[in-house]
């Protein structure tokens, strides 16, 4: 009998042990599943409150149930060590022989059959040990209970079988001491497994909807990357274009300088002209009745000036608006580097972000696409970049800087073209002034050589006529000399 319970209490712990080190793989394994997820979730968890309290949550229950499951463990052990020294030792002895309890049980039990066959007694196997305990595990504690009683039955029974042949004293004290040990002993090796168990199903279910809750996250979260990726990529393309654009209309602006420093000389040179005209008809008509020939002549010189001084005028202007179209287009081209370089690295780390997302041939197309050529260069195209990056990308600090900075960097781009627009508007100005003044300068000349030559020809007739009148004088003062002699 006591060979019997002994075995019976030996078996239980075993299979107590070997419940224990298997839910100790299981809780490895689930630790090995939530480290996957917490490493997934990297990405989002910073962001979504739920799946970081989640993960935590798994973490913390699973690092309960390795806990109890090293207390169970550790308990297991303490109890067979327990049974091997405390159990079998006794300090009494057999009727009829010298031999020690303690090595007579241990005859037994190597050779159990014996109690089998010749005293009918027999021990629960490993497997109905185990099957109770797994239709129990959700009810340990009952389960416990209930083991303890059958321990106290088999404990009377074995108990009954030594009082008749044991001489030793005091063995009844001995022998419940040993039964309350063995008892206390399931309690500790119950109480962890039961607190395991009990939560597990619960536990394995919280961490399976983790999973779930951050595989779907993560793939809404690449979709809304390659989104905001795409966004950007198209940002990033159109200032990649942007400063040759810049710098064409800097050329324009360098074209528009030289274009009105060259008709400004011409103004200058026709202002000249027609100054010398008017002094030179000041020198030779002093009097001009402006009503007459020369008087109009004079009217178109000083129209003519007017014009030039005009001419030049915008010329200075358009002179002015090239250097200030120079100076922005510098801003421009700054501002356009720095945001560049803040939208590259945004969308370095996008790309960093969506390689940690399971599908790497995301992270192969955002590249791709990045490469495309922006051909649309235009204020509108700017525009309606801006009018795309709404707040609801993942990087809304980030991309609220990038819509002010290209905010910025449109009103620049719409400055300059502006100011261009202004430009050659004056230049034609320039151009279509300086036309009408040098047609006006060559009616002009026509007419002051007109007059000149009008002009030459009545002093040739007074000169003629002075010339007869002096010849004519002449003859009569030869006559009257004559005259005068006679």
């Not at 002015?320 to 939208?343: C, F, H, P, Q, Y």
């Not at 009018?387 to 960097?409: F, N, P, Q, T, Y």
Request: hydrophobic letters at 40%; proline letters at 1%; aromatic letters at 4%.
């Amino acid at each position: 009998m006591w060979a019997g319970l002994w075995r019976t209490v030996n078996t239980t712990f075993s299979v107590i042990g070997e419940f224990a080190l298997n839910a100790s793989y299981e809780v490895v394994k689930l630790k090995s599943t939530v480290d996957g997820i917490k490493t997934k979730a990297a990405v989002v968890a910073a962001r979504n409150a739920t799946i970081s309290e989640r993960v935590k949550k798994s973490e913390v229950a699973l690092s309960l149930a390795e806990q109890y499951m090293a207390k169970c463990q550790n308990a297991t052990k303490e109890a067979k060590e327990f049974i091997k020294t405390k159990m079998i030792v006794a300090s009494s002895k057999f009727d009829g022989d010298s031999k020690k309890k303690e090595e007579r049980v241990k005859q037994l039990l190597e050779n159990f059959t014996v109690c089998g066959s010749d005293h009918n007694v027999t021990s629960t196997s490993l497997d109905v040990v185990k099957a109770e305990i797994e239709s129990n595990l959700t009810s340990l504690a009952k389960w416990g209970n209930k083991t303890k009683m059958l321990w106290n039955r088999s404990s009377e029974e074995a108990w009954a079988a030594i009082t008749n042949v044991s001489t030793g004293t005091n063995m009844r004290q001995k022998w419940d001491g040993v039964l309350t040990e063995l008892k206390k002993h399931l309690d500790a090796v119950v109480t962890p497994l039961a607190n395991v168990t009990l939560n597990w199903s619960v536990t394995e279910e919280e961490i399976n909807e983790t999973e779930k809750l951050v595989t779907t996250t993560l793939e809404d979260t690449a979709r809304k990357l390659v989104h905001e990726h795409g966004r950007l990529c198209n940002a990033s393309r159109l200032l990649t274009a942007l400063p040759s654009e810049m710098n064409l209309l800097k050329e324009k602006a360098v074209h528009y300088s030289a274009t009105v420093k060259s008709l400004s000389e011409r103004a200058n040179e026709n202002a000249q002209t027609t100054g010398q005209y008017t002094k030179a008809l000041g020198t030779i008509f002093p009097a001009v009745d402006s009503g007459s020939t020369s008087g109009a002549t004079e009217h178109k010189l000083e129209m003519v000036n007017r014009q030039s001084e005009s001419a030049q005028a915008n010329a200075a202007s358009v002179l002015a608006i090239a250097d200030e179209v120079l100076r922005d287009v510098k801003s421009t081209n700054d501002t356009v580097g720095g945001s560049l370089n803040a939208l590259r690295a945004r969308l370095g780390r996008i790309k960093e972000n969506v390689k940690n997302i399971p599908g790497a041939e995301r992270a192969r197309k955002l590249e791709e696409r990045c490469d495309v050529i922006y051909e649309n260069v235009t204020t509108e195209a700017m525009d309606d970049i801006i009018a795309l990056l709404h707040s609801d990308l993942m990087g809304v600090s980030e991309v609220e800087k990038l819509r002010a900075s290209l905010g910025s960097i449109s009103t620049g781009w719409k400055g300059v073209t502006s100011q261009l627009d202004e430009a050659d508007n004056k230049t034609k100005a320039v151009e279509a002034s300086l036309a009408s003044t040098e047609k006006e300068m060559e009616e002009s000349k026509k007419s002051f050589v007109e007059l000149l030559t009008s002009k030459r020809g009545e002093l040739c007739a007074v000169r003629a006529h002075l010339d007869a009148l002096k010849k004519y004088n002449s003859s009569l003062g030869v006559r009257v000399n004559k005259a005068l002699s006679d």
